[in-house]
């Protein structure tokens, strides 16, 4: 089965209300086995645009990579995230070639 990913594309505006939702997101990434794979490291943009931050979320499969997004506490820190940072989400499903 294919794994899902979360690829996320972010600008922080606010990096003190961010730092609330970083703090609250491993438990509930834990919950749902997700696994960063990128999380804002070092990176260059060869075409396009990109934000700040380029991140990047393993899971077992793409209905847990979706089930983690709806979830009720996913949708609190997703509250708290929007004030303080513009981002770009799509949930994918991996190739499993």
């Known amino acids: 089965m294919a794994k899902g990913y979360w690829v996320a594309n972010v600008e922080v505006q606010d990096m003190d209300i961010y730092k609330n939702y970083v703090a609250g997101n491993g438990e509930v ?5 997700a696994r960063f794979v990128t999380r804002g490291g070092k990176h260059q943009v060869k075409e396009g645009q990109v934000n700040s931050r ?4 393993e899971f077992k499969d793409y209905e847990t990579a ?3 997004y709806e979830s009720p506490e996913y949708q ?17 499903e991996g190739w499993d070639g």
């Open 29 to 33: 990434f834990a919950k749902y086995g």
């Open 54 to 57: 380029v991140v990047v979320i």
């Open 66 to 68: 979706l089930a983690c």
């Open 76 to 92: 609190a820190l997703k509250a708290i995230r929007l004030p303080a940072a513009t981002s770009n989400l799509a949930i994918v």
